[in-house]
């Protein structure tokens, strides 16, 4: 059985390549292929994550620019990686914003993958 992380990071490939491979067909992710991606499939997400007087286009703009590393204009699997890797950091960062410090999130690890804390995640907060 997958782990929550195996099946996170599969998931990230597999939406990668439905955008991707749109046309044209190439593997990179023009700035609308990126801006449609992460509208379809994280847009609640990103609504937690935008930093504050940022419209979400704005924001993904944002993110684009900071990705796009060679300045092309598009973004390979790798440039894409690291802006997950971008709205990560940002979700973190605001779950340890507001009263209490009590991080925003809820360490159970169960992520409705049809497996709970039992799933080798012992660890405690």
Same mark, same amino acid.
């Given at each position: =059985?997958? *782990? ?10 597999? %939406?990668?390549? /439905?955008?991707? =491979? ?13 801006? +449609?991606?992460? +509208?379809?499939t994280a847009q609640p997400?990103? /609504? ?5 007087? *940022?419209?979400?286009?704005?924001? %993904?703009?944002?993110?684009? *620019? ?9 973004? +390979?699997?790798?440039?894409? =990686? ?28 169960? @992520? ?8 080798? @995640?012992? @660890?405690?907060?």
């Amino acid at each position: =059985m997958k *782990t929550d992380l195996e099946l996170a990071l599969e998931c990230a490939i597999n %939406i990668y390549h /439905q955008y991707a =491979m749109r046309r044209p067909i190439d593997d990179y992710l023009s700035k609308n292929e990126f801006s +449609k991606l992460l +509208k379809e499939t994280a847009q609640p997400f990103l /609504q937690n994550t935008l930093p504050p007087n *940022t419209t979400t286009d704005n924001y %993904i703009k944002q993110l684009f *620019t900071k990705a796009d590393a060679n300045h092309d204009g598009r973004l +390979k699997f790798t440039e894409f =990686m690291t802006t997950l890797s971008l709205v990560a950091i940002d979700a973190h960062n605001r779950s340890h914003e507001g009263p209490g410090h009590d991080h925003g999130h809820d360490h159970g690890h169960d @992520h409705g993958h049809g497996h709970g804390p039992e799933h080798g @995640h012992g @660890h405690r907060h």
